[in-house]
């Protein structure tokens, strides 16, 4: 039976395939604009200060970009391969101009060149399909750029090939470039770029060239031993970027001879592909690819943002930890030192929220002092004992002082400091657990508030801070110390 004579499909199959194809551009309009929204919130929610925006200036550039690549539909197609392949070929072949330098040496390529790939009406030569201009759902002004990289094998490759992976990240679509068999270099790059997780095709180039056997023979062994677990047969496509014609010509001499000359590209199988890919599933993978590459950035950004935050955090922390442990030190009378060391710490939450950026009132910072409070146990504990006791203790001897004619300042001293070590720890573990409450946005995290102290108070080394806290209360009061003597 001819296809002329072959049923046509029941109208009900033709609405639903339209109901389908028409519920697949809404989500992936959804999408895009939901990966849209997203990625402007999260810029806008960076909020960093002057200080942390140094040597972060490329992220954020970069985060720009992906808002106006997202804005105005760019679609990034970049090409990868040894030098000599035929990746400018590929390119030039594609765009149907030479807008890419190509050379047989090493280092033509020598930075990452783009041009805009002008898709105009057509019909594919030896395929029955229109291919209309790629206009992408909900867009008709869409962009699609062709992004060329210098060779994996070039001179200086560590350099070009950390840049041809970052292009890698940012691109929509990657088009491996080979010309025969893959080398071992070759599978390495390839294995390298399907770890990034971008839809590859990998394009045998130069296929005129080969005998028609050969070329087969070639094909196969790729698809069937080379890439088996790394692309699918639909994946691999064979062009001729460049093809070498030969054509008889006559001299003057009446003598045929063979010139070999520049024919017509064989790359109308490559553009179906990659028409068909942005057609069915571009702006998916433009809105994908985007948001996977801007939470690589933000995450860099994040983290540099955090570690300057936690360095003046812990400078903070550690100020309030000898403010407070030198002012229960000095400090004789058992209720002021219980409400001094209340509002030091208060005063030391309310500093760490407005470091962080995060918007807190003094009863707010007052709650939450509280909630550590419980949440510490034994070292509030502990640092209410000590400050009962040893304040009683500190004030019995510092009335004795006149007494003695100055011989109970040495123990008064050693109380003193005694105190205000214990004080100074119980601030560093508050200092230490409001830190990790803010930087987690005000916010415990899955664990709740015991769980993250918990955590503080095992890493901290009591000893080690007491000691410290000893030193810098025996210098401030050794003055004192030495008047005594």
Do not use: C
Request: hydrophobic share 45%; aromatic share 4%; no cysteine.
């Amino acid at each position: 039976m001819s296809e002329s004579d072959a049923p046509n499909p029941p109208p009900i199959l033709e609405e639903w395939d339209n109901a389908i194809l028409s519920f697949g551009e809404i989500q992936a309009e959804i999408n895009y604009k939901q990966a849209q929204d997203s990625l402007k919130g999260l810029v806008q929610n960076l909020k960093l200060s002057h200080r942390e925006k140094a040597g972060l200036e490329t992220e954020i550039d970069h985060l720009s970009t992906l808002i106006e690549k997202l804005d105005q539909t760019v679609i990034q197609i970049a090409a990868f391969g040894m030098v000599g392949r035929g990746k400018s070929s590929v390119l030039n072949a594609l765009l149907g101009q030479e807008a890419f330098v190509v050379g047989p040496l090493h280092g033509v390529t020598r930075t990452i060149d783009s041009a805009q790939w002008q898709v105009t009406p057509e019909t594919l030569t030896h395929y029955p399909v229109n291919i209309q201009r790629v206009a992408l759902p909900g867009t008709g002004n869409s962009q699609i750029q062709l992004i060329d990289t210098p060779g994996i094998d070039e001179v200086d490759g560590e350099t070009r090939e950390q840049l041809a992976r970052q292009v890698a990240k940012q691109a929509d679509l990657i088009l491996f470039i080979v010309a025969g068999d893959l080398t071992q270099v070759e599978f390495t790059a390839l294995s390298q770029l399907r770890d990034v997780g971008k839809p590859i095709l990998l394009v045998f180039n130069k296929i005129d060239q080969y005998p028609e056997a050969d070329r087969q023979a070639i094909y196969q062994t790729i698809r069937d031993r080379r890439v088996r677990e790394l692309l699918s047969p639909d994946e691999i496509v064979m062009v001729a970027a460049s093809p070498l014609v030969k054509q008889a010509t006559r001299d003057r001499d009446g003598k045929i001879r063979l010139q070999t000359q520049r024919g017509q590209p064989q790359i109308e199988e490559l553009k179906l592909k990659i028409l068909e890919i942005l057609h069915r599933e571009g702006k998916s993978l433009v809105a994908l690819n985007t948001m996977l590459y801007a939470d690589e950035v933000n995450d860099r950004v994040v983290a540099r943002k955090l570690a300057i935050r936690e360095a003046a955090a812990n400078q903070l922390i550690w100020q309030t930890v000898s403010l407070k442990a030198l002012a229960i030190a000095l400090n004789p009378v058992t209720a002021i030192d219980l409400f001094t060391g209340a509002i030091i710490d208060v005063i030391a939450i309310l500093s760490l929220s407005k470091l962080y950026g995060i918007s807190m009132t003094q009863s707010a910072a007052v709650q939450l002092l509280r909630k550590i409070a419980l949440s510490m146990g034994g070292i509030s504990a502990s640092e209410l004992l000590a400050t009962l006791g040893l304040s009683g203790l500190k004030g019995l001897l510092g009335l004795s002082i006149p007494a003695t004619g100055g011989v109970s300042l040495v123990p008064y001293l050693s109380v003193a400091i005694a105190q205000g070590s214990v004080a100074g720890v119980s601030s560093y573990a508050i200092g230490n657990i409001t830190k990790t409450y803010l930087a987690n946005g005000a916010s415990w995290g899955p664990d709740g508030p015991k769980a993250i102290v918990s955590r503080i108070l095992d890493s901290l080394d009591e000893t080690s801070i007491l000691n410290r806290i000893k030193q810098e209360l025996s210098a401030k009061l050794g003055p004192k110390r030495r008047a005594a003597n």
